[in-house]
């Protein structure tokens, strides 16, 4: 089924992830439109910048974690989690 793209699963699955993030935040806006809020970095954000902003910071930690740590990704995700969790919080 994925050999068209040489995909493997955990591939498929980051964007099939991100898709229904996409799809989430779509049917959160429809359902429950929200005002932008100013937060720690002094600039108004929506649900939309502060996932952005998520996704864009995640890519960095994964990115640093495989350059720099020789430990198992799982960790990074670990830190992603939290990393997003501080995000929605206070950005």
Do not use: H
Request: proline share 4%; hydrophobic share 65%; aromatic share 14%.
């Amino acid at each position: 089924m994925l050999d068209w793209m040489a995909w493997t699963w955990p591939t498929a699955a980051f964007f099939g992830i991100i898709a229904a993030l996409l799809v989430t935040m779509t049917v959160l806006a429809i359902k429950f439109p929200e005002t932008p809020r100013v937060g720690i970095l002094r600039i108004e954000t929506t649900r939309g910048d502060r996932l952005f902003i998520t996704l864009l910071g995640s890519a960095f930690i994964n990115l640093a974690w495989l350059g720099l740590i020789d430990a198992p990704q799982w960790g990074a995700l670990v830190v992603c989690a939290a990393y997003a969790a501080a995000v929605f919080r206070w950005v």
